[in-house]
Structures are given as C-alpha cells and as structure tokens.
C-alpha cells in the first residue's frame, strides 16, 4: 500500500469507558498510521457512514458492555449494504470465547482480547496490507 494505513477506531453502544480504545489508536498513530477516533456512544450507522466518509481501510470496534453479538454483525451488515465490505474490521473488548467464532462468520476480520499487545493488533494490520 503507497499511502498510510486508515483506521476508523469507534466505540458502539452505550460503553463509558474508551481508555482502551485511545490507547489502540495512539499506538495505530505512533505505528504511522492514519487513526480518527469517533468518541463514545456511536450507532453502528454512525461508524459504518464515518468509515465510509473517512475513506479508512480498517475499522477497530472496542466494546465492553456484552452486545458485542448485535453491534458487529450490524456494522457489517452495513458496510456491505454501502458497498464498503473491502474495509477491514477488527473488535476488541470483552468477547468471550464462544462469540469469536460467529463474529469471525459475520465478516469481523479479528477479535483481540484484555490484555492483548498493542504490536500485536499493529503486526495483525500491517499483515493484512503487505498481502
């Protein structure tokens, strides 16, 4: 990729808590990518029209409050019905295990839990766009 990386970093639902969504986005920007971060409380009609606006590649959805199985499939369903199903979407946040597997069929790319190394989340991106 000629240009730098693009990532949409949003909160959806009714989550107060975004420490953990600020600290993937600096460390996406110290990793020299692109990062607008959209605040708490966002639909998932807000996200999926402010990645489609903000011409990003890469959406990372932080969720903590359990509704993890309605917020990410729903931000897919959207992004394909917009025509944006090439935009790369990773979760984070409290998901247990049994949920990875049916986000993963809904089209979400990665699910990092607590705990999980920034580089770790920058190393999976970076993989994605040096194929």
Avoid at 5 to 17: M, N, Q, S, Y
Avoid at 19 to 41: C, F, P, S
Avoid at 97 to 112: H, N, P, Q, R, W
């Amino acid at each position: 990729m000629s240009r730098k990386v693009r990532v949409l970093v949003a909160k959806p639902g009714l989550d107060g808590h975004d420490r953990g969504a600020k600290v993937v986005a600096n460390a996406l920007k110290d990793a020299g990518m692109e990062v607008i971060y959209t605040g708490l409380h966002q639909t998932p009609e807000m996200i999926a029209e402010s990645a489609i606006q903000e011409d990003v590649d890469v959406v990372g959805l932080s969720i903590l409050s359990g509704a993890h199985m309605t917020m990410f499939p729903r931000v897919m369903e959207l992004l394909r019905e917009k025509g944006a199903e090439h935009i790369i979407v990773f979760g984070g946040g409290i998901v247990p295990v049994e949920d990875v597997e049916k986000l993963e069929k809904s089209g979400v790319s990665k699910i990092f839990g607590p705990g999980t190394d920034t580089r770790d989340i920058i190393d999976y991106i970076n993989s994605v766009f040096a194929e």
